[in-house]
């Protein structure tokens, strides 16, 4: 499976402020997602990220608060804008083969945002 | 869009015993069904999954079994072991996107 790597792996922010995450993948994969796992919860999908357009928001995520680039096969970011204690989360990229195969979705480490 | 729902949200049993977790789904066109464990302050991981042309799957102590008429699924574990201790959770995908279970604590007593 692909190897991802994420980072930063955590970080304190103040109230205010962006941040933004980077997911690298040794290999070429056709789809690259975001999710935010909240303390003892699950995992909720925040986008999926196209290669080359737009990021695809899912309802309560929009563009404006959580930008999302994919500029190649490998790479993603999510910048988590004006952020608010709110947001302090754990953020984690997946990526998977997708297609017809339905290959499973392989995560990241995740970022562990605090936000004060 | 699709909704699915995992029970139960905790679950402990002795060492050796079997667990079973169970995920409903509502949307019919969801035909990939994995599942995660997740421990503390680790990233999901994929134990196992199950496509929607096939009832059930077997890997060592993990088979998960596949109903899409009723549109459920289930975890068998058997056998457990303390380092089965964990978070489960369940997803249900459809083209590539996955919705998940609230997740399971599974805490097996040595």
Partial sequence: ?116 | GENVEQHPSTLSVQEGDSAVIKCTYSDSASNYFPWYKQELGKRPQLIIDIRSNVGEKKDQRIAVTLNKTAKHFSLHITETQPEDSAVYFCAADEAGKSTFGDGTTLTVKP
């Fill in chain 1, 1 to 116: 499976s692909a190897v991802i790597s994420q980072k930063p792996s955590r970080d304190i922010c103040q109230r205010g402020t962006s941040l933004t995450i980077q997911c690298q993948v040794d290999s070429q994969v056709t789809m690259m997602f975001w999710y935010r796992q909240q303390p003892g919860q699950s995992l909720t999908l925040i986008a999926t990220a196209n290669q080359g357009s737009e990021a695809t928001y899912e309802s309560g995520f929009v563009i404006d608060k959580f930008p999302i680039s994919r500029p190649n096969l490998t790479f993603s970011t999510l910048t988590v804008s004006n952020m608010s204690p709110e947001d302090s989360s754990i953020y984690l990229c997946s990526v998977a083969a997708g297609g017809a195969a339905k290959q499973p979705q392989h995560f990241g480490d995740g970022t562990r945002l605090s936000i004060l």
